[in-house]
């Protein structure tokens, strides 16, 4: 797509940040389902939806990627947009832990060697 407005090195630079995060938090899931979760306390019952959260995060990381190196805002406008909606709405149950318990899908309680 020719013809749109091209990307200056401090916004190329902007949206060049959220690629190595997206990168690591792709492929940990995707590669490996069964280890990750129990590592920061969920209890990762389901390796498909993890696989396909990993792979879609870094699709995320790829697409971006593309979208920086093109340098034009029209493809790159499609990634940005829903990235801050995401952003917007993850704040705010962030803000409040007691959103995520076990109850709701959040981190798992520890549990005692038996």
Same mark, same amino acid.
């Given at each position: 797509?020719?013809?749109?407005?091209?990307?200056? $090195?401090?916004?190329? *630079?902007? &949206?060049? /940040?959220?690629?190595? +995060?997206?990168? =690591? #938090?792709?492929?940990?899931?995707? !590669?490996?389902?069964?280890?990750?979760?129990?590592?920061?306390?969920?209890? $990762?019952?389901?390796? *498909?939806? &993890?696989? /396909?959260?990993?792979? +879609?995060?870094? =699709? #995320?990381?790829?697409?971006?990627? !593309?979208?920086?190196?093109?340098?034009?805002?029209?493809?790159?406008?499609?990634?940005?947009?829903?990235?801050?909606?995401?952003?917007?709405?993850? +704040?705010?149950?962030?803000?409040?832990?007691?959103?995520?318990?076990?109850?709701?899908?959040?981190?798992?309680?520890?549990?005692?060697?038996?």
């Amino acid at each position: 797509m020719a013809g749109g407005p091209r990307l200056n $090195g401090w916004e190329r *630079f902007l &949206l060049f /940040l959220p690629i190595p +995060g997206a990168v =690591a #938090f792709g492929l940990g899931p995707f !590669l490996s389902p069964a280890t990750l979760p129990h590592s920061v306390g969920f209890a $990762g019952d389901d390796q *498909f939806v &993890l696989r /396909l959260a990993g792979g +879609g995060t870094f =699709a #995320f990381a790829i697409s971006l990627g !593309l979208a920086v190196m093109q340098g034009e805002w029209l493809p790159a406008r499609f990634l940005v947009f829903p990235a801050g909606v995401w952003m917007l709405v993850r +704040g705010p149950l962030l803000a409040r832990p007691q959103a995520l318990t076990p109850a709701t899908g959040g981190p798992a309680a520890p549990t005692k060697p038996s």
